[in-house]
C-alpha cells in the first residue's frame, strides 16, 4: 500500500516504521503479553514471564538480528532468508483464514468494531493531530502516520491464534481489518494530501 500510494521511494520509511515500531514492539511487549495471557499457566510468575519473552521466537530472532547486524551474511544464508521469508505471509494468512468465520455473535462484533475503529481510524488520526501540532512535515511522516493506519499485523493475528487469544475475535480483526483497509488507507492518503 505504501508503494502504491507514496511510490517506491518511500519503502524505507514504512520498513523502518515496521522493523522499529511494529515488529519491536511485537518481539517486546507483545511477548509479554502472550506469555501473561496465552494458554498455559493459570497464574504466571515472573520468572514464567521473563523465559517465555526470552524462548518468544520473534524476540530471539530480533536480538540474533541486533547481534550480528554489523557482520556480512554468506549469500547461501541470504538467499535462504529470502525464501524464508517469502513463505511467511502466505503459510500466516491461511493459518488465520481457517480461523476467520463471518458468523459472528454480539459480543466479539463490538469488540471488533472498537479494536477496529481504534486501529483503522483513531490511531492515525491521532497520529496526524499530533505531528500536525508539533509542526512535523515531509514523506516520512506522511508515511508514518498511514502506516499508523494498517490493519493490524498477521503475524500478531497468528501468534495471538496460537496462544488461543480470543481466535475468532483475532481472525476477524485480521481478516477484517485487511478488507477495511482498502477503504480507510485511500481515505487517509487523501487527508495527507
Same mark, same amino acid.
Given at each position: 500500500m505504501v508503494k502504491a500510494f507514496f511510490g517506491e521511494n518511500a519503502i524505507p520509511y514504512a520498513l523502518l516504521y515496521d522493523q522499529l515500531g511494529s515488529f519491536l514492539a511485537l518481539a517486546t511487549y507483545?511477548?509479554?503479553i502472550l506469555a501473561i495471557y496465552g494458554t498455559g499457566e493459570s497464574k504466571?510468575?515472573?520468572?514464567?514471564?521473563?523465559?517465555?519473552?526470552?524462548?518468544f521466537p520473534?524476540?530471539?530472532a530480533l536480538v540474533f538480528a541486533l547481534i550480528f547486524k &554489523?557482520?556480512?551474511y554468506p549469500p547461501i544464508v541470504v538467499n535462504l532468508l529470502k525464501i524464508l521469508a517469502a513463505t511467511l505471509i502466505p503459510l500466516v494468512m491461511i493459518a488465520v483464514g481457517f480461523q476467520l468465520t463471518l458468523r459472528l455473535d454480539r459480543k466479539v462484533i463490538s469488540q471488533l468494531s472498537i479494536g477496529l475503529s481504534i486501529k483503522l481510524i483513531a490511531a492515525p488520526l491521532t497520529a496526524l493531530f499530533f505531528c500536525k501540532l508539533a509542526g512535523l512535515e515531509g514523506k516520512a511522516v506522511e508515511v508514518s502516520i498511514f502506516e499508523a493506519g494498517m490493519p493490524p499485523m498477521v503475524s500478531a493475528g497468528a501468534l495471538a491464534i496460537? &496462544?488461543?487469544?480470543s481466535p475468532v475475535l483475532?481472525?476477524?480483526l485480521v481478516g477484517i481489518g485487511i478488507i477495511l483497509s482498502f477503504v480507510?488507507?485511500?481515505?487517509?492518503?487523501?487527508?495527507l494530501l
Open positions: 507483545g511477548s509479554l504466571p510468575t515472573i520468572k514464567g514471564v521473563v523465559k517465555k519473552v526470552v524462548s520473534p524476540f530471539v &554489523a557482520f556480512p496460537l &496462544a488461543n487469544l483475532t481472525a476477524a480507510t488507507l485511500p481515505m487517509l492518503h487523501q487527508l
